[in-house]
């Protein structure tokens, strides 16, 4: 992938997610100027790819959106992707927005619910800009990675603080399989998961 191609995907995430509760405390730093904001979350986005790179896949719409999973194994090279995205998080995000992402990310890790199978992939970040969203592209971005883990009979799950994207991922096998609220935000989730062994 080409830097072009990532900047467009990073940018399309912004403006996809700029309104999630997640996303919003993460670029609280820039206060309410809104092309700041989704400025400091096109950096986020972009790191959180070289993670996805690091550590699982990414797979991109050539500006229009991206999916990035997160699917080893190892607990080495987990623990080395996270301390090196939390290390550039300050920097991109600001102190209140890097504070933001550790304390939601811990929320949300114990309020998983039980029967997650610890094999399972995770689906990070998956969304298409707003003018592309209804034709597809979403299913197109999520296909290859999904086709992989039904070849290696893996489970996959996801969070979602938007209700409305959970009949879209119920076609594609994901039921819910849990719900809570984050505790920074208040704002309530939906955890996912799509059975492995589908392959």
Not at 54 to 69: H, I, N, S, T, Y
Request: hydrophobic share 45%; aromatic share 8%; proline share 6%.
């Amino acid at each position: 992938m080409t830097v072009q191609e990532d900047e467009g995907a990073a940018t399309a995430l912004a403006a996809a997610l700029d309104a999630d509760p997640f996303y919003k405390a993460l670029a609280v730093d820039c206060g309410h100027d809104a092309a700041s904001r989704r400025e400091r979350l096109a950096r986020y986005f972009a790191r959180s790819m070289a993670e996805g790179r690091e550590v699982g896949r990414v797979d991109l719409a050539f500006g229009q959106g991206a999916a990035v999973w997160i699917t080893s194994q190892d607990p080495s090279r987990l623990r080395t992707a996270r301390e090196g995205k939390l290390a550039d998080l300050a920097r991109l995000l600001g102190p209140q927005g890097c504070a933001n992402y550790r304390a939601m990310v811990d929320n949300m890790e114990k309020r998983l619910p039980p029967g997650i199978p610890e094999a399972a992939w995770y689906l990070s970040i998956m969304a298409v800009a707003p003018a592309c969203q209804g034709r597809g592209i979403g299913a197109g971005l999520l296909a290859p990675a999904l086709a992989e883990a039904d070849a290696a009979g893996a489970a996959c799950y996801l969070e979602t603080f938007n209700p409305r994207s959970a009949p879209f991922y119920a076609r594609l096998g994901f039921g819910v399989a849990g719900e809570a609220v984050e505790a920074l935000t208040g704002a309530g989730y939906l955890v996912m998961v799509r059975p492995g062994g589908r392959g």
